[in-house]
T-cell receptor, first 111, second 115 residues
Framework: GESVGLHLPTLSVQEGDNSIINCAYSNSASDYFIWYKQESGKGPQFIIDIRSNMDKRQGQRVTVLLNKTVKHLSLQIAATQPGDSAVYFCISGGGADGLTFGKGTHLIIQP | ETGVTQTPRHLVMGMTNKKSLKCEQHLGHNAMYWYKQSAKKPLELMFVYSLEERVENNSVPSRFSPECPNSSHLFLHLHTLQPEDSALYLC??????????????FGNGTRLTVT
C-alpha cells in the first residue's frame, strides 16, 4: 500500500486555537486521500476526503489542503474543542490501497 | 451509532477458552474487515472479506479464525490465545473491496484481554 506518514506523533494545542495536522505521502500517483479520527475507546471515524483534482475541501470546522507538488496534505481544525481530542490518521488511495494505517497524530487539547 | 456494531465490547478470556467476536453492518456494504489495534502500534489488517469470500489473509496465526456467513455479518473465532493477543479488535466495512473512493466504516471494537 501507499506509504503515508504523519509529521508529529503528538500535537498539543490550546482550546479555541486552530489545529493543523500534517501528512506526507510518497506515491505521486495517489489520487484520493482520507482523514480518520479515533477517539479513546472508539473505532476510527471518517472525517473528510479529498481527490487529487482538488487543492482544498472544507467540512464543518475542518479543512483539508492538498499540495501535490510536495506530496503533502494537512487537516486544519478551526476553534479546537475538547471533543477534538483524538488520534488522527491520513490514508492514501482508498479501496484496497486505503487499508494501511500509520501510527497517527495524537491531538491533545489544553484547557 | 456508527452503522457497524461489534459485540461484546469487552472480553476477558483464558488461554484455553474459545470465544467469538461478532460484527454486524447495517450499511449495505459488500466488504468487511478485521483489524487488530495494539497499544503503541498501527492498526494491523487481519482479514478481508468481499461478498462473503475471503480475499486477504495477512499471515494471521491459525488461532484466529474468521467467518463471514453473509455480507452483513462477520465473526472472529478465537481459541488457544496468548497474552500478547490482548488488543482492541476492530471490524470495518466498505462499499466494495478494492474500489477507490470507498472509505472504511469502523465499529467501536472489542477490547480483548487474554489472561
Amino acid at each position: 500500500g501507499e506509504s503515508v506518514g504523519l509529521h508529529l506523533p503528538t500535537l498539543s494545542v490550546q482550546e479555541g486555537d486552530n489545529s493543523i495536522i500534517n501528512c506526507a505521502y510518497s506515491n505521486s500517483a495517489s489520487d484520493y486521500f482520507i482523514w480518520y479520527k479515533q477517539e479513546s475507546g472508539k473505532g476510527p471515524q471518517f472525517i473528510i476526503d479529498i481527490r487529487s483534482n482538488m487543492d482544498k475541501r472544507q467540512g464543518q470546522r475542518v479543512t483539508v489542503l492538498l499540495n501535490k507538488t510536495v506530496k503533502h496534505l494537512s487537516l486544519q481544525i478551526a476553534a479546537t474543542q475538547p471533543g477534538d481530542s483524538a488520534v488522527y490518521f491520513c490514508i492514501s488511495g482508498g479501496g484496497a490501497d486505503g487499508l494501511t494505517f500509520g501510527k497517527g497524530t495524537h491531538l491533545i487539547i489544553q484547557p | 451509532e456508527t452503522g457497524v456494531t461489534q459485540t461484546p465490547r469487552h472480553l476477558v478470556m483464558g488461554m484455553t477458552n474459545k470465544k467469538s467476536l461478532k460484527c454486524e453492518q447495517h450499511l449495505g456494504h459488500n466488504a468487511m474487515y478485521w483489524y487488530k489495534q495494539s497499544a503503541k502500534k498501527p492498526l494491523e489488517l487481519m482479514f478481508v472479506y468481499s461478498l462473503e469470500e475471503r480475499v486477504e489473509n495477512n499471515s494471521v496465526p491459525s488461532r484466529f479464525s474468521p467467518e463471514c456467513p453473509n455480507s452483513s455479518h462477520l465473526f472472529l473465532h478465537l481459541h488457544t490465545l496468548q497474552p500478547e493477543d490482548s488488543a482492541l479488535y476492530l471490524c470495518a466495512s466498505s462499499q466494495d473491496w478494492g474500489r477507490r473512493n470507498s472509505p472504511l466504516h469502523f465499529g467501536n471494537g472489542t477490547r480483548l484481554t487474554v489472561t
